[in-house]
């Protein structure tokens, strides 16, 4: 079955620590996206990448970074400069596409819980 | 800023009965609307679409209605069933930012037996 994949589930961080967040798709999508859930706050775009080697900062990038060296892959590490980490991390990819709605596939998601 | 919002935290519908979540939007600019559901600890699932050319799309008992004049639109569920359930996102793409979309803070629905 196509989807995409993320680990792990469940992730505790001393303060301090990095960590970094999977996220595997096998959609044979080219772009993918990092959003963060907040209780009471929706849905907020960290980082987006439309093509492998090559991201764009989304409306909280400060404190995260990303890489896509693969089509398949786009880690999320959360860096000790995020001064509040603790969260739902939801990976989602798409299509490229102009025309028509721009239907993004989510993972199942990773609770980052900062000790 | 919250370009997308959704005024309603939560909404309790009697099942049978039809539901109906809110969205409003501040930015002209978006041309596609979208409604996501999600259950607890997963991901959002797609759930219909809507173009900023239209003002109606139906699929089974869902139908989303857009009020361009407004900057609102609605979610229609008919009737309404126990798996229906969960928390709405409402979202919508920009034309310039065509690969991102932008969320709503969501509505919690439970439907009651």
């Known amino acids: 079955d196509g989807g995409i994949t993320q680990s792990p589930k469940y992730l505790f961080r001393k303060e301090g620590q990095n960590v970094t967040l999977s996220c595997e798709q096998n959609?044979?999508?080219?772009?993918m996206y990092w959003y963060r859930q907040d209780p009471g706050q929706g849905l907020r775009l960290i980082y987006y990448?439309?093509?492998?080697?090559?991201?764009q900062k989304g409306d909280i990038a400060e404190g995260y970074s990303v890489s896509r060296e693969k089509k398949e892959s786009f880690p999320l590490t959360v860096t000790s400069a995020q001064k509040n980490p603790t969260a739902f991390y939801l990976c989602?990819?798409?299509?490229?596409?102009?025309?028509?709605?721009?239907?993004?596939?989510f993972g199942a998601g990773s609770r980052l819980t900062v000790l | 800023d919250q370009q997308v919002k959704q005024n309603s935290p939560s909404l309790s519908v009697q099942e049978g009965r039809i539901s109906i979540l809110n969205c409003d939007y501040t930015?002209?600019?978006?041309?596609?609307f979208l409604w996501y559901k999600k259950y607890p600890a997963e991901g959002p699932t797609f759930l219909i679409s809507?173009?900023?050319?239209?003002d109606k799309n139906e699929d089974g008992r869902f139908t989303v209605f857009l009020n361009k004049s407004a900057k609102h639109l609605s979610l229609h569920i008919v009737p309404s069933q126990p798996g229906d359930s969960a928390v709405y996102f409402c979202?919508?793409?920009?034309?310039?930012?065509?690969?991102?979309?932008?969320f709503g803070q969501g509505t919690r629905l439970t439907i009651n037996p």
């Open positions: 930015n002209s600019m978006f041309d596609y």
């Open positions: 979202a919508a793409r920009g034309i310039q930012g065509a690969q991102k979309l932008v």
């Open positions: 959609l044979n999508h080219d772009a």
């Open positions: 809507i173009s900023s050319i239209k």
């Open positions: 989602a990819s798409s299509t490229r596409q102009v025309a028509g709605a721009n239907v993004l596939t």
């Open positions: 990448s439309q093509i492998v080697n090559d991201f």
